[in-house]
């Protein structure tokens, strides 16, 4: 079995993490479902601060972001367009308020539906606000490093962050090349 990311894994620059967080897997032990869902991470987006306009802590910490300044390895979600819940890793010291988001995996065990596009990943992983802030050292949801050879990467611009200035041009988004799960638009 893979070892369990020790929480110095996150405690880095999320620009660092997200595309390393590539080819990990996701494990979700969904108690209320009696079973155990995997999901390979094939894409990503780096949100590295206060000073990142397209992230959520540029906005100052509230009760709504509190979890994404820290510690390192906690969850937090968020709840977009009145429809989905997004997956975010919490990353850095505590107080800086960064995190990376998981746009896209490939379904290992478990998965309801396909895994392309942040709301599709929660709901396949069966993810929603009651796992925000949750600790991702864990026995409840944790993330496993990956085996075998890093993936080949292609890097990005974020997806719909273009309210961000020069922010929204920075190359944030980290996918697999070539990876069918990649949601679009594909990098």
Same mark, same amino acid.
């Given at each position: ?6 929480r110095s894994f996150y405690d880095r620059p ?14 979700? @032990?969904? @108690? =209320? =479902? ?33 979890? /994404? ?7 937090? /979600? ?9 997956? +975010? ?20 065990? +478990? ?8 709301g599709a990943f929660c709901r396949a992983m ?19 490093? @990956? ?12 997806? +719909? ?6 922010? =929204? ?9 070539? +990876? ?8």
């Amino acid at each position: 079995m893979p070892d369990r990311l020790p929480r110095s894994f996150y405690d880095r620059p999320a620009a660092v993490v997200a595309p390393e967080l590539l080819g990990c897997t996701l494990v979700h @032990r969904d @108690r =209320a =479902a009696g079973l155990v869902r995997r999901a390979r991470l094939v894409e990503t987006e780096a949100y590295v601060g206060a000073e990142d306009l397209a992230c959520h802590a540029s906005r100052g910490r509230t009760a709504r972001t509190e979890a /994404m300044f820290g510690p390192p390895g906690r969850a937090y /979600m968020f709840f977009i367009y009145g429809a989905h819940w997004c997956f +975010n890793v919490v990353v850095e010291r505590e107080g800086v308020g960064a995190a990376v988001l998981v746009r896209a995996a490939e379904p290992l065990e +478990n998965c309801d539906g396909h895994l392309s596009g942040p709301g599709a990943f929660c709901r396949a992983m069966h993810l929603d606000g009651t796992r925000y802030g949750i600790d991702l050292c864990g026995d409840e949801l944790w993330l496993e490093a @990956r085996e075998g050879p890093p993936p080949r990467v292609v890097a990005a611009r974020r997806v +719909n962050v273009d309210y961000a200035g020069a922010w =929204a041009r920075r190359r944030l988004r980290f996918a697999v090349k070539g +990876n069918p799960a990649v949601s679009r638009p594909r990098p």
